[in-house]
């Protein structure tokens, strides 16, 4: 299915130098242009959106998507060969770091290890404000770079997590692949470990993908099988794979009930890199569900570390810290804050990480 339709903009709500958020008169009633596909707008002006997504009644954010701007020319400069959604409409080149036309480019000329730097592998993207913020509550000088997929969102740094992250100076958002709106842009994930590691010199790695992840109630066929590849690609560049899991007692779905099958089938049948597990400790009912887990899927005697660590009083001061991040953070259009259970699972990774390795 694919629908558009001519709406007129009504008022700007939100703009800055990579987007406009548009009141509109059709559709959804909201549509969000991307400055590196179409030109700014007035209101009163007619634009093209894609309302596909609105009636199909997904998850996209609940935004139409500008696809043209009626009586509008438009040229955006820039310096870089490296096109991003190439083949789609809003392809569009961009300076990526490890193109040869970059000042950096001599930084890829020599093989590298990342050696025992610690790489978190994270499916959702609510998890990263929960691990920035809680990364740079505990530790202020910590510097973090952060590599976003292309599984999700194309335009994913230019979320509105990513285009607030992408301002703070210790963090460094670089998109890879087919995805674009990073602090910078690399064409793989390997190459911006490396950027990252020479050049910014970061503590900890976080790879993600922007959001919109896919599900299919099938065993295989979701987003989140790329944390098996995320994994293998660390531990060849001689990193630490460290996974994220995904786990919730709200879920009414058995597959996501407890340590989500979108952690364990990657992780256990196709990471062929030993990986860090780390686990929240729960309430003693749950906490024997996710034994049972862990028993059923051999995850113990598996190639893989488990650990299991005491997040309660993180809990309590990321709560606090949320109460001044600017945003509200959704997981599959509901405030996180309502499954504790998934906070802790994705707060225990970063207390192993800044208690057992930076």
Request: aromatic share 8%; hydrophobic share 40%.
């Amino acid at each position: 299915m694919y629908a558009e339709q001519m709406v007129r903009v009504e008022g700007i709500l939100e703009e800055d130098n990579s987007i406009q958020k548009l009141r509109t008169d059709g559709g959804l009633r909201k549509a969000i242009l991307y400055k590196a596909c179409s030109p700014s707008v007035r209101v009163g002006d007619t634009v093209k959106v894609n309302v596909t997504a609105g009636l199909l009644q997904l998850g996209t954010g609940g935004w139409d998507i500008v696809i043209a701007s009626a009586g509008h020319m438009y040229q955006q400069e820039g310096k870089g060969h490296i096109m991003k959604a190439r083949y789609t409409s809003c392809q569009h080149s961009v300076l990526a770091v490890d193109a040869p036309e970059h000042p950096d480019h001599y930084l890829f000329h020599d093989t590298f290890q990342i050696t025992e730097k610690p790489v978190m592998l994270a499916e959702l993207h609510s998890m990263l404000p929960i691990m920035l913020g809680t990364f740079l509550m505990k530790k202020s000088n910590v510097q973090i770079g952060v590599i976003l997929s292309d599984e999700a969102s194309l335009p994913a740094g230019l979320s509105d997590h990513m285009r607030i992250w992408k301002k703070h100076p210790q963090v460094h958002v670089v998109t890879t692949g087919q995805a674009f709106g990073g602090n910078e842009e690399a064409v793989t994930i390997p190459n911006a470990l490396l950027w990252l590691f020479k050049k910014k010199a970061v503590d900890v790695f976080i790879i993600s993908m922007g959001p919109g992840t896919v599900g299919t109630a099938t065993p295989l066929g979701f987003s989140g099988m790329a944390l098996a590849e995320w994994a293998n690609i660390t531990s060849s560049l001689g990193g630490r794979p460290i996974w994220v899991p995904r786990v919730s007692f709200q879920e009414k779905r058995e597959r996501h009930y407890g340590i989500s099958h979108h952690t364990l089938t990657p992780l256990l049948r196709f990471a062929h890199a030993p990986s860090t597990l780390v686990l929240p400790k729960l309430t003693a009912q749950n906490q024997q569900v996710i034994e049972k887990q862990l028993l059923e899927k051999h995850v113990q005697s598996s190639q893989h570390d488990v650990h299991v660590l005491n997040v309660e009083e993180w809990l309590q001061e990321w709560k606090a810290w949320s109460l001044t991040y600017p945003l509200p953070i959704r997981k599959m259009g509901n405030d996180v804050k309502r499954d504790p259970d998934y906070i802790k699972g994705v707060l225990a990774p970063v207390k192993y990480v800044l208690e057992d390795i930076i």
